[in-house]
């Protein structure tokens, strides 16, 4: 293998556009300023070209797969990122030589399209963003045999075949020794944490809070497992059953489930207290984020989120917002002082402590500060770089 080909990296994912994948973006960063080459396969943005060089990063885009409705179509979007991924491979393959293909789930089935590359001495690293196995029972509610058993198979494999595994938390490190045999020493937590220099609180602007005294955000994708649902109906219990009109809520990004959510909005008389900005540029983002009172990270209990790592509720503390969430192992171990919680799935409990803290600005300033703090001395992502850059320098003996 060639000393160039040594410091090439290719990193996959299916899930998001790079750059719009924070974490990937990050780890991109990483590995560009450490002195390797990296190239992105992953699916297009609208108005994204097929091919571009962007900050030193080559990005090979495909066209994503239309949103998932219904479960049948996991099997054709599966089919269609394997073949997707596979030709963005090609693409960057034939521009260079790469000596790594990172593959960032969901799904697991991406190192299909890796195995050609595998056989001519390219080593995998498996990136797990997501439990595929939890994620399916989380969003359906379902152990049906044959979904559920696929899914723990592809995530089987793509263990087998990875030499080195990347896990979000040390819950995602445990299943990785567990479920997927790999040796302590092949497994890196690798946190997606923000970066503090970047992402902190700004001047307010008193104009987006809409007139409301009081201004909630959501921010993030918003998913059949997210609970977006759960915080409308938590507004509605504020609004109709407590009577608190001086509360307003700004819901952030999209997702599957966006038509549902709206619907949802208007069925239960919220129009006049709930705006849903969609997708928006990371400055609107972070006025919006300086302008808030509290961040909701509204993720129901269930197999999934209860030992997943959520990134909206640590960029929430990097803007010194305090946090109400459920309460959750990871959130718990990400936010420690920084939010408040309720008992799991408890949708009145949930919007009574965000009108506990929110009529009393005293505690939301320490918890503010206290998650801002714990940004910049635990959680940055600039602590997790050395990690990150490390799996690579071992693994391929730089």
Not at 100 to 126: E, M, S, T
Not at 236 to 259: F, K, N, Q, S, W
Not at 359 to 366: C, F, M, N
Request: aromatic share 8%.
């Amino acid at each position: 293998m060639s000393a160039t080909r040594d410091r090439h990296v290719c990193i996959v994912v299916q899930n998001l556009p790079v750059p719009f994948d924070r974490r990937v973006w990050l780890e991109c960063q990483a590995l560009r300023d450490a002195g390797y080459e990296v190239s992105v396969v992953c699916p297009k943005a609208k108005g994204d070209p097929r091919y571009q060089r962007m900050a030193g990063v080559h990005l090979f885009k495909y066209r994503a797969f239309p949103p998932i409705t219904r479960q049948i179509m996991f099997l054709a979007e599966y089919a269609y990122s394997i073949l997707a991924t596979f030709f963005g491979l090609v693409r960057a393959y034939r521009r260079k030589p790469f000596a790594a293909i990172q593959v960032c789930n969901p799904p697991d089935v991406l190192f299909v399209a890796a195995l050609p590359f595998l056989l001519r001495g390219v080593k995998l690293v498996f990136d797990q963003h997501d439990l595929c196995p939890e994620l399916y029972e989380s969003r359906f509610g379902t152990r049906a045999a044959l979904p559920y058993r696929a899914l723990l198979l592809a995530e089987r494999i793509t263990y087998r075949l990875s030499e080195r595994v990347i896990a979000t938390n040390d819950s995602y490190r445990q299943v990785a020794m567990s479920r997927g045999k790999k040796k302590a020493a092949d497994v890196t937590v690798v946190r997606t944490g923000p970066d503090p220099d970047r992402m902190r609180r700004g001047d307010a602007h008193p104009e987006l809070r809409r007139g409301f005294q009081h201004l909630l955000v959501y921010l993030g994708v918003m998913g059949p497992q997210d609970g977006v649902d759960l915080a409308l109906r938590a507004m509605a219990h504020i609004v109709h059953d407590r009577g608190r009109t001086d509360v307003g809520l700004t819901l952030i990004g999209d997702g599957d489930a966006g038509p549902e959510l709206r619907a949802l909005a208007t069925e239960l008389d919220l129009e006049p207290y709930v705006h849903f900005t969609g997708r928006i540029p990371d400055a609107e983002v972070a006025a919006l984020l300086s302008s808030a009172d509290i961040g909701l990270s509204p993720d129901p209990r269930n197999p999934l989120n209860d030992v997943s790592t959520m990134n909206k509720t640590m960029e929430y503390m990097a803007f010194e917002l305090p946090v109400v969430a459920f309460d959750l192992v990871e959130t718990r171990v990400s936010a420690a002082e920084a939010a408040a919680y309720a008992t799991p799935n408890d949708v009145a409990e949930y919007a009574d402590v965000i009108l506990w803290l929110l009529d009393d600005e005293v505690r939301r300033k320490q918890m503010g500060a206290s998650g801002r703090r714990r940004v910049e001395d635990v959680l940055a992502w600039r602590h997790q770089i050395p990690a990150y850059v490390g799996v690579y320098d071992r693994l391929l003996g730089s």
